[in-house]
């Protein structure tokens, strides 16, 4: 998880927002920041922290990839509508995302996108 601030947030489990002692201070977003200019994806939803991703936290990190001149390696899936889960939708946008970078290939997998399961085998 990505958001900066956890204001609100409905969750028990929330990430640290901020990252500080007496030598540092950071965030979730810099953190991020530091796997460019790897692929990156960030799915976000407007039921928790992450509900500003796509506003926020989204084009800071997209800066830092433009820098490096990889800007089409960070995305941002924001399902607006949607709560805090790892359904169906948030799924379909990991795998489509792996299918890019990973240089895989889903097409010749019957039905929907594959589970976890299929994905991993080794």
Not at 45 to 57: A, I, Q, S
Not at 93 to 109: Q, T
Request: proline share 5%.
């Amino acid at each position: 998880m990505c958001g900066k601030t956890l204001s609100n947030a409905k969750i028990n489990n929330a990430p640290k927002a901020i990252h500080k002692s007496e030598f540092h201070q950071t965030n979730n977003v810099e953190i991020a920041a530091l796997t460019a200019p790897r692929p990156l994806l960030l799915i976000s939803d407007g039921d928790d922290w992450t509900r500003n991703v796509d506003k926020v936290e989204f084009p800071y990190i997209q800066k830092v990839y433009e820098a490096y001149g990889k800007a089409e390696n960070v995305e941002n899936v924001h399902l607006a509508l949607e709560k805090h889960d790892y359904g169906y939708s948030k799924r379909k946008a990991a795998y489509l995302f792996f299918e890019k970078h990973l240089d895989l290939s889903f097409k010749n997998i019957p039905g929907k996108v594959p589970s976890m399961r299929v994905l991993l085998r080794f």
